[in-house]
C-alpha cells in the first residue's frame, strides 16, 4: 500500500528509512518522514528500522521500515511504498544496513 508523506529532495526509486515523530501533546500532528538513515535509539544510539527508539523532549521517535519512492508531486510530496522480504533485504545491503532486524521492538521488550 502506497502513502503520501512529506518529502526532502527524494527522486522515483530512491529508498530510505521511514520514522515518525510523536509530540506528546494532545492535539499536535504526529510526522512521518523518509531519511536517508535508519532511527537510533535514545539510550544505545543503535540504529534500528522498526519499533520504538525513545522518547526525548516529549517527542516520541518510532522507526517504520524501509519505503522506496514510487512518484513526487509537484508540491514536493512523495508516494512511499514500503518494503518487505528479498526487496527489504536487497535494499538494507545496498544501504549498508544489512545488519538490521526488520522485526518491530516494542517499548521494555527485548
Given amino acids: 500500500m502506497a502513502e503520501w508523506i512529506?518529502?526532502?529532495?527524494?527522486?522515483?526509486g530512491d529508498v530510505g528509512f521511514l520514522i515518525e515523530s510523536v509530540i506528546n501533546v494532545r492535539g499536535l500532528p504526529t510526522k512521518l518522514a523518509l531519511r536517508e538513515r535508519p532511527a537510533h535509539t535514545n539510550m544505545s544510539h543503535e540504529p534500528r528500522?522498526?519499533?520504538w527508539c525513545g522518547e526525548t523532549n516529549n517527542i516520541n521517535i518510532w522507526a517504520h521500515g524501509v519505503a522506496r519512492v514510487?512518484?513526487?508531486?509537484?508540491?514536493g510530496r512523495i508516494e512511499v511504498v514500503r518494503l518487505k522480504g528479498d526487496e527489504l533485504s536487497s535494499a538494507l545491503?545496498?544501504?549498508g544496513y544489512?545488519?538490521?532486524d526488520p522485526?518491530?521492538?516494542?517499548?521494555?521488550?527485548h
Fill in 93 to 95: 545491503e545496498r544501504l
Fill in 70 to 75: 514510487s512518484r513526487v508531486a509537484k508540491n
Fill in 98 to 100: 544489512s545488519q538490521l
Fill in 6 to 12: 512529506d518529502g526532502d529532495s527524494f527522486k522515483v
Fill in 103 to 109: 522485526k518491530p521492538r516494542l517499548p521494555g521488550v
Fill in 49 to 51: 528500522i522498526g519499533g
